[in-house]
Every structure is written in C-alpha cells, then in structure tokens.
C-alpha cells in the first residue's frame, strides 16, 4: 500500500501521475473541482480555490480509479515489456486502433474508437 497510503486528495492523484482522466471527480463534485488541459498528460482535475466542499471532495475521492489500482504482479512471469514496467507497470500488449468512420475518427478522442463502439 505504500505509495498510495499518501494519495489523500484528488489532487494527490493528479500530482502523482495516478489519473486517467475519467473525469468521474470533477461529475460527482463540480463546485469543487474542475477538468484541465494539461499539455504533457491530458485532461486532469484541478481543485477550484475557493472550494470548500469537503464532502464532495471526500466523495470525488472514494470515485476515483487511480487510487484504487491494485494487482498482482510476478515479474518473473514470461511475457511483460521489461521496459514498461517501472512507469507503466506490468504490460502485456500494445495496441493501437482508430474508428473506421471517418467523422468519429477524426472529431472523437483517441481516433473515435471508443465512441464507435458505444454507437454500435
């Protein structure tokens, strides 16, 4: 548990490089907290300063996948991409794939992909 023991606050997992991005925070406490363009790492939360919405920070906390990442993970376990590890953790595969559909791939995030296979 280590180093998530220190991840008290949502901008402790901003800070730490643990969000994704999902924007799950800033849905469940938007008088607290707001999604930012961060160039290096894309959108991330940004706590509003005048906030004082402890209760929906608490609860934008619980919320959040980045400090709720756990798995199990034997390095000499055949397979992993050695060079990934320390900053990716254990990786398997790469993938990389975009819509078919042209106004999805090139209007969507990420190529479209995600929103193409919702539509279908």
């Known amino acids: 548990m280590g180093y998530l023991a220190t991840v008290k606050t949502i901008q402790d997992v901003a800070e730490r490089h643990l969000c994704c991005g999902c924007g799950v925070c800033a849905y469940l406490a938007p008088d607290a907290i707001a999604m930012v363009d ?14 004082n919405h402890e ?15 756990d798995h199990e993970f034997n390095p000499a ?7 990934l590890v320390k ?7 790469i993938y990389e794939g975009h819509a078919c559909d042209e106004e999805f791939r090139f209007a969507g995030s990420s190529g479209g992909a995600a929103s193409a296979l919702a539509l279908y």
């Not at 376990?77 to 060079?83: L, Q, T, V």
């Open 38 to 51: 961060v160039l290096e790492q894309g959108r991330r939360p940004k706590v509003k300063e005048a906030a």
């Open 55 to 69: 209760s929906q920070l608490r609860e934008a906390l619980q919320a959040c996948p980045g400090i709720t990442l």
């Open 77 to 83: 376990e055949a397979g992993w991409i050695p060079e």
């Open 87 to 93: 900053t990716w953790g254990p990786v398997k595969n």
